[in-house]
């Protein structure tokens, strides 16, 4: 497969710039796992005076949907140094906690495409192969001698790290491993060393960690801490399992939540029938390799295709043929589309703000607690999936963030202002771009006002409160049971 390079810093964060737009943040499908792509780029594009203009012009050109320059994003090879704005803030204001919420790193494919050869990935840790981290090797060790750990339920007999010579289905490999030992070492250079988060004689009371059940998760999770807290003594270490992939504990049961996922599903479906172009593409990939269209969609074909295209390993071939770029292309366009519709239709979003709540809210509670005092659960980590992550984004009002990437991260700081004791303010950065004004909840408030940041009590109204009206209630229980209009 062909290399292809990358742009700007706002691409690489995944933002569309002020005065550039590329396409809406990418198509999210519950159901047949869509996985939308974005772009990693060379550092000397970054410099250079003389680089091509790859951004149309809002007056004279039409935006115009690249499917390849969103799944080079997507993949996030980690290939140049990150840029990122977390831990800024005037130098009187004191960072109180941080909770950060990931998407698992990179991983092998949970669907095959039927009669074809799986994608020959390696998934042992192999320190002196591309890509690497200076501290795989010692991850690899510490996790070996982790026996001491708590961890719940079934997580205590997974293992630590991926170690399969040919990758299992969904299996974590060395890339999505030094994603998160990447995304470790630059939280920790930012809230340990520079902020001083985490006491040096830290317990597990400043810790809180929670996954879900599978072991990318769990993996994508020690590698981030590993980094973050290197050499951390096991018995300070304990994972919660959390069941549901939107984390919603012991608040799942929700039928409003799941009218609106179906009302989405409904939209997903009469959208993809329309798509003639579509169809045909399918129909000659199932020619390819001797199945019926309705299997081969079924197969959701396009998260082997992800792996084939972020580790460089060509498309499958039959005896019929070979699978190609150009139905890549297609497929990936269709979900841009998909995605554009999404956004106008809203029925996602208010999916997305009954199946976040949970969450948000449990976040809002810490900080409140955090806030009058209590100096428990400083550092807060969900390893989670883009399931997870999409539909947090979408309930804040972040309409400029692309679908989350592999080993994306959203991160919401608390500080307390040194001048005013009492007042607090909040932070959000995704994949280490300031996002803060972007949320429906501060959005005005940056208008009228000079504070850098958003006040706490703004966060916890949206939650406790603003999250609601949609739905003409004013609690989570009441708009999870009220027929829609």
Partial sequence: MATFSAYSFWTVCGFKGKRKWETDFLSFILILVHLIPVNPVKEDDLGSKNRKRIMPDPLTETPAIDPIFEAQFYCNIPNIPERSMEGHAPHYFKLNSVHVLIRHGDRYPLYAIPKTKRPDIDCTLVPNRKPSHPQLEAFISHMSKGSETQMDGTLSSMPRYPSHSLCEMGELTQTGIVQHLRNGQLLRNIYIKKH???????TSKHLYLETTGKSRTLQSGLALLYSFLPEFDWKKINFRHQWSTIFCSGSCDCPIRNHYLEEEQRRQYSLRVKNIHLEKTYADMAKIVGIPTRQLRASNPVDSMLCH??????????????????????????QLEDEKERQEKKYYYLYALLATHPILNQTANRMQRIAEGKREELFVLYSAHDVTLSPVLSA??????????FAA????????DGKKYKEHFIRILYNGVDVTFQTSFCRDYNKHYTKLMCPLEKFVRFVKQDMFSPFNSTNYYDACHRRPF
């Fill in 196 to 202: 001083n988060l985490i006491p040096s004689d830290w």
């Fill in 309 to 334: 295209f972020c580790h460089n390993v060509s498309f499958p071939c039959t005896k019929n043929g070979c699978i190609n770029l150009e139905h890549f292309k297609t497929i990936k366009t269709h």
């Fill in 396 to 405: 804040l009002g972040i309409t400029e963030a692309r679908f989350p990437r």
């Fill in 409 to 416: 991260r959203l991160v919401f700081e608390l500080w307390k």
